[in-house]
Nanobody
Framework: QVQLVESGGGLVQAGGSLTLSCAASGSIFKINSMGWYRQAPGKQRELVAAKTSGGSTNYADSVKGRFTISRDNAKSTAYLQMNSLKPEDTAVYYC????????????WGQGTQVTVSS
């Protein structure tokens, strides 16, 4: 099994910055994707950013130019650098790991709250 532990959430003012971390452990296959999703009150869960073990990235249009996903494959850790935060970024952020082989299994972190005040 894969375990994902998230950290770094908190309360920030609009325009501020925050960095989230996600440490993965367990039976992690080399070929995978790690990403961040978020769910705001009354909204569906949405992809924020993802990065494969090979380096390919995807970003939601709403965060392009403001958020950066990175990962340390040796440490099996993903990061989300969030700059120029807006109140609409307020949500619970979840780390995701998806194996791209062996059935494409998904694993999720417990979530971390990000609140952006105006």
């Amino acid at each position: 099994q894969v375990q994902l532990v998230e950290s770094g959430g908190g309360l920030v003012q609009a325009g501020g910055s925050l960095t989230l971390s996600c440490a993965a452990s367990g039976s992690i296959f080399k070929i995978n994707s790690m990403g961040w999703y978020r769910q705001a009150p009354g909204k569906q869960r949405e992809l924020v950013a993802a990065k494969t073990s090979g380096g390919s990235t995807n970003y939601a249009d709403s965060v392009k130019g403001r958020f950066t996903i990175s990962r340390d494959n040796a440490k099996s850790t993903a990061y989300l650098q969030m700059n120029s935060l807006k109140p609409e970024d307020t949500a619970v952020y979840y780390c995701n790991l998806r194996h791209l082989v062996r059935g494409e299994s998904d694993y999720w972190g417990q979530g971390t709250q990000v609140t952006v005040s105006s």
